[in-house]
């Protein structure tokens, strides 16, 4: 179907399993073992609804915020995901340029199918960037990446802490045994991560499992990016974060591809926000610890939710997957523009003419279960 019958960004998934590859497929869209979580990332929301106020005057309404310092025109950032030539020739591309129009931050994976450099040089004048990593073992080539790409003008390093080994994601799994099939993905990448044995198998042999608290310092030495943690999945190691001076959180489940069972970002954010608040006085959204939440966020309502209950902006990852796969840029740009059109709408329904109006007593959060 044409970008313009494409409403929602659920409307990407149902085009994008109708025509990618299966293979590509299996890898975005799977995810660990029953796929519970990744269920629930999206459901949580529905248990959050709005106390909207009326007789504000909403005749103009500005949704653009800072994350870590830096503008963005939404309350978004395009999270990492790894191995983008799965789903289109163009890769990660697609996202940096898409994130350009728009004026949203790109989050770099670590295990892009484009090249780290690449994808810095196709970034506009100003443009901002972060950085995900995965912490390998062999710490001379973290430092290379991380001391590298502070030199190349990344703002942020997002250290990825929920997977010291990767999930059961059984959709692909079963992709591994389609030998025959010439996948985009070479057999051992510039990262040089061997990828004979299924995608996520790949992956999964570059992650350090022995990475721990006590590393922290030895990243705060060789960088001076700001450090946030993503996939933290509770208060305490929040706090943690936070006693050990990191500029902020994902609170994040990896898109519902590591630990089944693991609470949805927006259920855990109220924890947080709680905990932190009742032990080190921290107000949020909070200038000095920002917190993140990603997983299963596919509506500008989902994304007012979780900043009315304190997150400073939203991560995305699958459905800009699924639109670069069906329609490459243009479908990146389709995506942010329906979101942008979503915030105009909802920012003037709940009666919130700037970001900053979009406070706790905005929402009931009382359903969500959390404390
Ligand atoms: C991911 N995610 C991820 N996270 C990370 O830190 N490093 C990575 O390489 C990847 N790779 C990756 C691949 C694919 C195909 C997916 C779907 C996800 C997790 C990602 O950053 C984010 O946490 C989730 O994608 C958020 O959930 P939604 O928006 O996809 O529901």
Not at 351 to 366: C, E, N, Q, Y
């Amino acid at each position: 179907p044409p970008l313009s019958e494409v409403l929602n960004l659920h409307d990407f998934e149902a085009v994008a399993k109708l025509v990618m590859p299966e293979k590509a497929w299996a890898y975005y869209s799977s995810a660990a073992d029953d796929e519970i979580t990744n269920r629930e990332n999206h459901a949580a929301y529905h248990r959050v609804w709005f106390r909207p106020r009326v007789m504000i005057d909403v005749t103009t309404v500005d949704w653009s915020t800072t994350v870590l310092g830096h503008r963005t025109s939404m309350p978004i950032y395009i999270t990492a995901t790894a191995l983008g030539k799965l789903g289109h020739p163009d890769g990660e591309l697609n996202f940096t340029r898409g994130a350009a129009k728009h004026n949203i931050i790109q989050m770099i994976p670590t295990l892009a199918s484009c090249s780290f450099d690449e994808l810095v040089d196709a970034a506009q004048p100003g443009q901002v960037q972060f950085l995900q990593l995965y912490v390998n073992k062999d710490r001379d080539m973290t430092k290379r990446i991380v001391q590298h790409a502070e030199k190349r003008g990344i703002k942020a390093l997002f250290i990825t802490v929920d997977a010291p080994q990767l999930g059961r994601r059984e959709k692909d799994m079963r992709q591994k045994f389609d030998a025959e099939d010439p996948s985009e993905v070479k057999k051992t990448g510039s990262d040089g991560v061997d990828r004979s044995q299924g995608a996520a198998r790949a992956i999964s042999s570059f992650i350090d499992p022995g990475l721990q608290w006590s590393d922290i310092p030895w990243f705060k030495g060789i960088t001076n990016m700001p450090l946030i943690l993503k996939g933290v999945q509770r208060w305490e190691d929040a706090l943690k974060a936070y006693d050990l001076g990191l500029a902020g959180v994902v609170l994040s489940n990896h898109g519902g591809r590591q630990l089944d069972f693991a609470r949805s970002g927006i259920e855990v954010l109220v924890e947080v926000v709680n905990q932190l608040g009742k032990r080190r006085g921290l107000k949020f959204p909070n200038e000095k610890f920002q917190l993140f939440v990603d997983g299963g966020v596919r509506r500008a309502t989902d994304v007012i939710k979780a900043v009315a209950l304190g997150a400073t902006a939203v991560g995305i990852g699958r459905p800009f997957l699924y639109a670069h796969s069906a329609y490459g840029q243009e479908g990146v740009e389709h995506a942010l523009q329906v979101l942008r059109d979503e915030f105009e709408m909802n920012m003037r329904l709940i009666g919130a003419p700037t970001i900053k109006d979009i406070v706790p007593d905005m929402v009931d959060a009382s359903h969500l279960g959390a404390h």
